[in-house]
Antibody
Framework: QVQLVESGGGLVKPGGSLRLSCAASGFTFGDYDVSWIRQAPGKGLEWVSYIRRSYNTVYYADSVKGRFTISRDDAKNSLYLQMNSLRAEDTAVYYC?????????????WGQGTLLTVSS | DIQMTQSPSSVSASVGDRVTITCRASQGISSWLAWYQQKPGKAPKLLIYAASSLQGGVPSRFRGSGSATLFTLTISGLQPEDFATYFCQQAYTFPWTFGQGTKVEVK
């Protein structure tokens, strides 16, 4: 079955860096576009970044552009999010999600999320 | 950026009720809209994609409709497991954006 498992979250000081990982299984990872989406505590969903299956096309939310970098390693069935210059407002549960093959726009599978807390 | 506005923010309903949630886009997004259900402490679950296509395994009591700027999610015959928060998401253009959510609560 399709599984996405995030890891790497934790407590980081403002200005610090962290890399999130998402391990995919149960499908051919290289055939799918994938994204990171986050949810601040008690808040709604915010799309963060997207990487196409050809991984030469990436997009970012304005709130993270220039600070976060999305990447993928299809040989390792893994998605990454390198986060630099972290701010308190980056505190959230970070989900990786697979883009739906049928419309290439929605997210049909999500991981369980990993919590990032940015605090001094 | 395209703003997605959901209404109402919350709705109180009983089992068996029909519930309608509206999502309005700040500009036309064709049919590039999805609906998700989220329960506390869990990841969102895709219900509807392309405005009206039912995701596999989702009960047929969930129906999506609309196009351009106005979309609705209708739950016909609310079941106990449907009490949750629902989000719409546009994917017409980057940055993809979500509505603020609608919480369906027990009346």
């Amino acid at each position: 079955q399709v599984q996405l498992v995030e890891s790497g979250g934790g407590l980081v000081k403002p200005g610090g860096s962290l890399r999130l990982s998402c391990a995919a299984s149960g499908f051919t990872f290289g055939d799918y576009d994938v994204s990171w989406i986050r949810q601040a505590p008690g808040k709604g969903l915010e799309w963060v970044s997207y990487i196409r299956r050809s991984y030469n096309t990436v997009y970012y939310a304005d709130s993270v552009k220039g600070r976060f970098t999305i990447s993928r390693d299809d040989a390792k069935n893994s998605l990454y999010l390198q986060m630099n210059s972290l701010r308190a407002e980056d505190t959230a549960v970070y989900y990786c999600a697979r883009v739906n093959f049928y419309d290439s726009r929605s997210f049909d599978y999500w991981g369980q999320g990993t919590l990032l807390t940015v605090s001094s | 950026d395209i703003q997605m506005t959901q209404s109402p923010s919350s709705v109180s309903a009983s089992v068996g009720d029909r519930v309608t949630i509206t999502c309005r886009a700040s500009q036309g997004i064709s049919s590039w809209l999805a609906w998700y259900q989220q329960k506390p402490g869990k990841a969102p679950k895709l219900l509807i994609y392309a405005a009206s296509s039912l995701q596999g395994g989702v009960p047929s009591r969930f129906r999506g409709s609309g196009s351009a700027t106005l979309f609705t999610l209708t739950i016909s015959g609310l079941q106990p497991e449907d009490f949750a928060t629902y989000f719409c998401q546009q994917a017409y253009t980057f940055p993809w954006t979500f509505g603020q959510g609608t919480k369906v609560e027990v009346k």
